[in-house]
């Protein structure tokens, strides 16, 4: 939308707070202050217009600004935004009437207050891939590998705050970064201290973290399942899960423990169970191993026993070998180690078990259980929960690249650019298989080998292959964990 001037602008942001964000006509000429303090420069009264998009508001009053953008238009938003305290008080008022209630209107709030930044996740491409998987290019947030995350585990705290997800970054702002517009929800997970935000960049319906209020790095314990089934008891339509607390196979922030989850059921919750097992020491439970790319199990049944199952198959997996299938649990570091995702099925619990091993290799230095080297033209990231369970978050990159895969295939370009030598192999085999292309043709082959691509990355993260080995060795776990095949 275009402003006639920054008055303009100022003025329409001030509506649009007052019908999104629960301005009150009270508080119209100190937040139109507010917003003339972080701007600077003069102001003429005028009507202003009815926008709702907070990014065009924005833009709108930044027109010609230097300085960082982001920072400047976090601070604009939180000049007109509730209070944190006030947030929160409306927030438990609403769930009072029923929790979806609650969580439609933080999700929207998070929206219109342009935390969440709809705008740029609307950018993203995504499409459902016919083996089940859901796949999007996202064109909103950097692409880092599995170096630059053990350089940020490594790296020491900040003073204050100690990582980018602490509390403390509400409201916060430094060079270059800001939180000033975000918002949390006080939470008590297994008697401690957490809080939930929504994600700036969510990759799912209302995407958001739980994250313990004090800063200690991401664990697997015997009170994961406890905190996470708090969680879902409190948001019975959410599910909630946490990375497997290890770099390679770990999600971004390993320093702080955090969970991830929201409104959406991803592929993996979807996929039946292959192999129907029962536990003699939980016989109530209802168990089995997924018929799924990477290696889970299901548990269902009452909070307490799946908790306690959960937790011992953890446990031995910790401690699990088997070298014919290159499954060492640990040698000058731990490599075997757990996700766990909870959801609430009526009064029922389910609990999805993804078993990860980060351990490296001569031939597989990025992972033995992570995507191989001739899949890393499509990704090399880790393959943290979100992903395991079948959402592949692919980079920015990927759209230009693609599509001078496309350009060889419909004989619009008679090679690849200089930077792309990770994806001759790809285009010749496409060239092979399909010759010249129409575009629509070609568009359809590079879909179709990026959809097999990842899913064969799944398969490469999977500890227990579908094969011989694979079977031996699931086997051995089986014994291990004491679960017998029905």
């Known amino acids: 939308m275009e402003f006639a001037s920054r008055s303009e602008a100022l003025v329409s942001l001030v509506k649009f707070a007052r019908r999104h964000l629960l301005l009150d006509e009270r508080d119209e000429g100190y937040a139109l202050s507010r917003l003339l303090a972080a701007v600077g420069g003069g102001f003429s009264p005028c009507e202003g217009k009815i926008c709702d998009d907070p990014q065009d508001l924005i833009d709108g009053i930044l027109a010609g600004t230097e300085g960082d953008l982001t920072v400047l238009g976090e601070r604009l938003m939180d000049a007109v935004m509730l209070r944190p305290s006030e947030f929160e008080r409306i927030f438990w008022g609403k769930y009072a009437q029923s929790p979806i209630a609650a969580t439609n209107w933080a999700n929207a709030y998070a929206i219109h207050s342009n935390y ?3 705008a740029a996740i609307a950018k993203n491409l995504r499409w459902h891939a016919d083996c089940g998987l859901e796949i999007t290019v996202n064109l909103s947030k950097p692409e880092k590998n599995n170096a630059d995350l053990k350089k940020q ?8 705050p100690k990582c980018t997800i602490c509390r403390e970054n509400e409201g916060f702002e430094r060079a270059g970064f800001s939180r000033a517009n975000l918002r949390t929800i006080s939470l008590t997970l297994a008697g401690e201290p957490w809080f939930w935000q929504y994600s700036p960049y969510a990759y799912f319906n209302e995407h958001g973290i739980a994250v313990r209020c004090e800063h200690t790095p991401m664990v697997l314990d015997g009170r994961t399942a406890e905190r996470l089934f708090d969680f879902v008891d409190l948001f019975p339509h959410y599910f909630i899960g946490n990375n497997a607390p290890l770099p ?3 999600g971004s922030i390993l320093m702080h423990d ?4 929201g409104a959406e059921t991803l592929p993996m919750q979807k996929a039946p169970v292959r192999i129907p097992l029962r ?16 290696t889970a199990l299901r548990l269902e049944g009452t909070r307490g ?5 959960a937790y011992e198959i953890a446990t031995a997996w910790e401690t699990f070998s088997f070298p014919a299938a290159e499954i060492l649990p640990a040698t000058d570091e731990q490599h075997s180690t757990a996700s766990f995702i909870a959801r609430k099925r009526g009064e029922g619990y389910i609990l999805d078990v993804i078993l990860r091993n980060n351990r490296c290799s001569s031939v597989h230095p990025d992972g033995i259980f992570h995507a191989h080297r001739d899949k890393h033209h499509i990704k090399r990231e880790s393959i943290g929960l979100i992903e395991a369970m079948g959402l592949f978050i692919l980079p920015a990159r990927l759209k230009r690249q693609l599509g001078c895969v496309c350009d060889v295939l419909e004989g619009k370009s008679e090679g690849l650019p200089a930077d792309m030598g990770a994806f001759e192999s790809m285009t010749e085999r496409l060239l092979a298989a399909h010759g010249r292309c129409s575009p629509e043709e070609a568009r359809l082959a590079v879909k179709a080998d990026v959809e097999a691509t990842c899913r064969e990355i799944l398969e490469d993260c999977a500890v227990f292959k579908r094969d011989s080995v694979g079977d031996a060795a699931l086997e051995a776990f089986l014994n291990a964990s004491n679960l017998k095949k029905e």
């Open 279 to 294: 536990s003699e020491r939980h016989p109530a439970v209802r168990a089995g191993v997924l018929d799924w790319y990477d």
């Open 305 to 309: 026993e799946v908790s306690a199952l």
């Open 116 to 118: 969440v930044k709809a």
């Open 153 to 160: 585990l490594a790296a020491p705290s900040l003073s204050y």
């Open 248 to 250: 390679r196979v770990g």
């Open 258 to 261: 955090h969970f991830q989850g």
